[in-house]
């Protein structure tokens, strides 16, 4: 028998329409267990299966709906890690591929994931997406660009095929970590070394000798000759481009030898008179640079402490002429006195010869009357004087 709950049930899944006609049939007579229950009339009677098999529908329909209730739900949780971000999704299971594609995920050259595209999804799983980032590298090669999740500055040269060692120059160290944007440079640095000979050149040396006149011819007491020696050069490039070159070393293979001559420190002065101070100079040469030869009818010495007749004090090398054969500045060579200059005269110029042409005399000054006597009066001595 249908209690009211049951039949408050049935009205809220039932027609309203099939609600009335089941509401206006009869009640049932009350059963007795005397007399049976009047048999139905076949209308009353299908009503009866219609009211019985909605009150099943009705039934299945609970049934359902409970069962939906107290399942377990089928979907599960994934966590998401993308750029910063992360984020917690409830989600039916699929594939990787298929869930980042739902929230727009889209991996670009070079970024990574945790796990692979085609795994499924699980409950709790994570999933985490890791951008690359530029970095350049400049090599010999020029600019390469790639893109990267991380590593070191040595994985990033050998992701480009740029070879290095202890010499080349980095403008990182090898072990620093990339970092986003990073410019790395890469200098190839080659070392070699090249060897030269140079000649080494012999060097004079000098042994003075005061006992002889420094005009005096040297001697050559040692021939030089020079040396040889090994250079080691460090060369240095950069790039292909040499950048510096430097000595290393130095090897000496033979030695030089010095060339030593000896020399004369004497001063040699032109005579031994006193006071002399004119540094003796080789006698000229007659029919070369004007000098001409002159024979002197007589050649006298004299002294004296008064200016000449050019105004000059006198002094070793004042020569007195007479200006009938020789003009006064004449440059004039006697041998025995050495060199001289005409600058004074004397009364000899009065003096004439036998033949009354005038007397060609020199009087040579010298600072002694004592050498002028030893001197004396020489006839008919040759000189020679500079004319022109």
């Known amino acids: 028998m249908l209690t009211m709950k049951r039949i408050d049930s049935i009205k809220q899944y039932m027609p309203a329409a099939l609600w009335k006609r089941a509401k206006a049939q009869p009640a049932p ?18 009503l009866t299966a219609l009211d019985v098999f909605l009150v099943l529908a009705v039934l299945a329909g609970v049934a359902w709906f409970v069962s939906l209730a107290t399942a377990p739900d089928p979907r599960i949780t994934v966590h998401l890690c993308a750029d910063g971000v992360t984020s917690e999704h409830f989600v039916f299971p699929s594939d990787v591929r298929t869930f980042l594609s739902a929230r727009g995920v889209v991996l670009d050259s070079g970024d990574t994931l945790s796990c692979a595209l085609t795994d499924t999804l699980t409950d709790g799983m994570e999933i985490a997406v890791t951008r690359a980032f530029p970095v350049a590298v400049k090599s010999q090669n020029g600019v390469a660009l790639l893109h990267t999740t991380g590593g070191t500055v040595g994985d990033a040269l050998r992701a480009v095929d740029v070879e290095y060692d202890v010499n080349d120059e980095l403008s990182h160290l090898s072990f620093a970590d990339l970092e986003p944007g990073m410019q790395i440079v890469h200098t190839d640095v080659i070392t070699e070394y090249d060897t030269a ?53 130095q090897v000496v293979i033979t030695p030089a030898t010095p060339e030593i001559k000896k020399v004369g420190t004497k001063i040699h002065y032109q005579t031994h008179l006193s006071g002399e101070f004119r540094i003796y100079k080789d006698p000229p040469v007659a029919g070369k640079n004007g000098w001409v030869e002159m024979t002197m009818d007589y050649i006298t010495a004299y002294t004296a402490d008064t200016r000449t007749s050019t105004g000059v004090r006198p002094k070793l090398g004042t020569i007195a002429v007479n200006t009938y054969y020789i003009p006064y500045g004449t440059e004039i060579y006697v041998k025995g006195y050495g060199y001289g200059k005409a600058q004074d005269t004397g009364a000899f110029r009065n003096y004439k010869r036998a033949d009354g042409t005038p007397v060609n005399q020199l009087d040579l000054f010298m600072n002694t009357e004592k050498e002028c006597r030893r001197w004396g009066r020489k006839r008919n001595v040759t000189v020679l004087v500079k004319l022109g």
Not at 31 to 40: E, K, L, N, R, S
Not at 222 to 229: A, L, R
């Open 197 to 249: 000979y140079k000649t080494l050149e012999y060097k004079e040396e000098v042994v003075k000798d005061d006992t002889v006149y420094n005009d005096t011819k040297p001697v050559l007491l040692q021939e030089g000759q020079d040396g040889t020696k090994q250079v080691t050069y460090r060369l240095v490039y950069k790039n292909g481009v040499r950048v510096s070159r430097e000595v290393v070393d």
């Open 29 to 46: 007579a009350p059963h007795h267990t005397a007399a049976p229950p009047p048999i139905p009339s076949g209308r009353r009677w299908w």
